[in-house]
């Protein structure tokens, strides 16, 4: 889950809608402009020009591929008019050469599409555009930006709706339509008539809806990704009440946190859409920065998760890249690796906002990371991670706790702020679940999430009146006040898991007390959604919740959800369930938009709902994925949590057991 301060904005302040979100028509192909005949012949003439000139622009490898095409369909054609017993009585020629050319064609007419589908997202960039901000030199393997007039960005010179041109003025200007996925090529067809949607760990008869609450939450995944199709595809989060996108790192974040959501849903259509997506226009090589933490938990996550789920290794082969050009991050003096990293220059710098890293930023990387590492056999992903954890462990703390601020120069813990809450939270988590993920061999973080939580107990633990509701206040300067985020009600799923694996049982009594101050945030609104920040009263009153206006939005956000995910697996108490289903019911109340999607909330406290016009990602990542989960029956249990260890975007990992 994103760990961001709420505060801080999670996506660029620019939409993208050039593009397919433009509704502009593209140009011509490049090398249709680029050969445009000027002379006077005649037009039998202009047209071989043409079609010479056409052919030279074509690289080398394209001429091959179509060389190849060419003698495929002549074989093809003889064939079909040879006489059967004559073919029999020969010696045996299959229709092609033999398995491995055949998938070598495939491959290679595979990487044509990949650059031809790169050509048309330049091209459409152009189109939106109007050229005026730059222009694409180069052939079909390489397009080529320059830079816009001006020294402007990308970015920065596009606005968020195409403006029409003067001579055809729009009183009322329309939503754009994202352009629909395309068609699937043949190898994610392929892909999945060989099995390929199901060729990980998971069986093909357990997964989907077995139940009418999942089968609920099913439809509800079906109508948040209807809007992002038709509106946001292939971009970072839908705009649902504007109909548009929203960009941030420019890598389909919605897109990538879903595969594995999809995958446990059991559908098929939406997985190949969103599998030919990744492996042909996902585009990893641009001039873009990223923050390590956020594009570590969603995409390198989700790709992850959606190898060990699916077994297509074009998804371990996405996540190898992004990890190579994520890895730049850890070239800092101290080695605890800087916030941001540009994805194409591989220049790695500090927040723009600060001079300091969150400490949960830095220390929420270890699982995705180490995977990677024992995915391919390369141990420089674990070793940079291992580096950051081993100098944190060696920092002064206050009984295991840690302040929420980090210098990646000088290494050091800064502050005396320390909140489970924002920038602070999955530092703890992630303790609990490197020991898990490492099948309970590396005793150092079971130690320090140990006495992470002695001190927990010792400075955090509070009270509400007047009814006693237990929550985990901040601690700051020495002293304990009443303020929690949403993103605290993880604790108790954390606290349930280390009690499934050891740990002692006032852990549990913990996480039950806290799950109960979670749920009040949902009881207590008009709306029945929680907010984003809640005080709890120590004083006089008739109330235990005081939500400020400030603080009153809902994000759609899963934590709660995922500790009743947990405490219901660990407990099988059915009042789990329970809230759950209120919490299921509201958010289709209040949050889901006409049109399609789901728009977070401006305030809880209204009597009717006001939209914030945004469907975080982690919204079908892992709200809804940890609901389907959630209302699974007894007997088709997916995801053991003593085979898989769910990353802070709950994207599932496996633990590692031998070699």
């Not at 055949?102 to 091209?123: F, G, W, Y």
């Not at 070239?331 to 927040?351: C, E, I, Q």
């Amino acid at each position: 889950m994103s760990r961001i301060d709420p505060w801080q904005n999670s996506t660029s302040r620019f939409s993208d809608s050039n593009g397919y979100g433009s509704g502009g028509t593209l140009p011509p192909p490049a090398y249709a402009r680029m050969g445009k005949s000027r002379g006077s012949s005649s037009k039998l003439n202009r047209r071989g020009v043409s079609c010479v000139r056409y052919w030279r622009q074509f690289t080398t490898f394209q001429k091959v591929i179509f060389g190849v095409a060419c003698v495929t369909v002549l074989v093809m054609l003889a064939g079909s008019k040879a006489d059967d017993a004559s073919i029999r009585n020969q010696r045996s020629i299959p229709q092609y050469a033999n398995k491995e050319d055949i998938e070598s064609l495939h491959a290679a007419i595979d990487k044509l599409r990949t650059q031809n589908s790169q050509l048309k997202t330049a091209l459409s960039h152009a189109a939106s555009n109007g050229d005026a901000g730059g222009q694409f030199v180069g052939n079909v393997d390489k397009v080529e930006q320059v830079e816009a007039p001006g020294g402007m960005t990308d970015d920065a010179h596009r606005g968020d709706v195409v403006s029409p041109p003067p001579s055809t003025p729009s009183p009322t200007p329309m939503p754009t339509h994202a352009a629909p996925p395309p068609p699937v090529h043949d190898a994610t067809k392929r892909h999945a008539e060989n099995g390929g949607m199901m060729g990980g760990v998971l069986n093909k008869a357990h997964t989907g809806p077995k139940n009418p609450k999942q089968q609920a939450v099913v439809d509800t995944f079906k109508w948040a990704w209807k809007g992002y199709k038709d509106y946001a595809w292939g971009k970072d989060e839908l705009k649902p009440i504007s109909k548009r996108s929203d960009t941030w790192f420019n890598l389909g974040l919605t897109l990538v946190d879903s595969v594995d959501t999809i995958l446990l849903m059991g559908l098929e259509e939406e997985y190949l859409e969103a599998r030919e997506w990744v492996a042909h226009d996902m585009v990893l090589d641009q001039d873009k920065d990223v923050n390590l933490f956020e594009c570590t938990i969603r995409v390198l996550g989700g790709l992850l998760s959606s190898y060990t789920l699916s077994g297509d290794h074009m998804f371990l082969e996405r996540a190898t890249d992004l990890g190579d050009r994520l890895m730049h991050a850890f070239k800092s003096a101290s080695k605890v690796p800087f916030s941001d990293v540009n994805l194409g220059t591989h220049n790695a710098h500090k927040p723009a906002w600060g001079p300091d890293s969150s400490t949960s930023e830095v220390t929420t990387i270890q699982l995705e990371f180490r995977e990677l590492s024992r995915l391919t056999g390369d141990d420089k992903y674990k070793n940079a991670v291992d580096e950051v954890m081993e100098h944190v462990r060696a920092q002064p703390k206050t009984d295991g706790l840690v302040p929420i601020w980090i210098n990646a120069n000088s290494g050091k813990l800064k502050g005396s702020h320390i909140t489970l809450g924002a920038r602070g939270d999955s530092y703890y988590e992630y303790l609990l679940k490197q020991w898990l993920q490492s099948g309970k061999t590396d005793q150092r973080w079971k130690d320090m999430y140990m006495e992470c939580i002695d001190g927990i107990f010792k400075h955090m633990v509070r009270g509400s009146k007047p009814s006693n509701l237990t929550f985990l206040g901040e601690f700051i300067n020495g002293r304990t006040n009443n303020k929690m985020d949403h993103l605290v009600c993880f604790m108790p799923g954390l606290l349930a898991l280390g009690y499934a694996n050891g740990m002692p049982r006032a852990h549990m009594d913990l996480a039950v007390d806290v799950a109960e101050a979670c749920n009040a945030m949902y009881t207590h609104m008009k709306l029945g959604l929680a907010p984003e920040i809640t005080f709890f009263n120590e004083g006089g009153g008739t109330e235990d919740l005081v939500v400020k206006p400030a603080d009153s939005h809902n994000l759609l956000r899963p934590e709660h959800v995922e500790s009743l995910f947990v405490l219901h697996r660990i407990t099988g108490d059915a009042k789990y369930v329970a809230w759950g289903w209120d919490i299921y019911q509201n958010f289709e109340k209040h949050c889901r938009i006409p049109t399609g999607g789901y728009s977070s909330l401006r305030s809880v406290l209204s009597d009717h709902p006001e939209y914030r016009d945004k469907m975080e990602s982690f919204f079908l990542g892992e709200t809804l994925k940890y609901l389907f989960l959630l209302f699974e029956s007894p007997t088709d249990r997916l995801l053991p949590l003593d085979e898989f260890v769910f990353n802070t975007e709950a994207h599932p990992l496996p633990i590692f057991k031998g070699n």
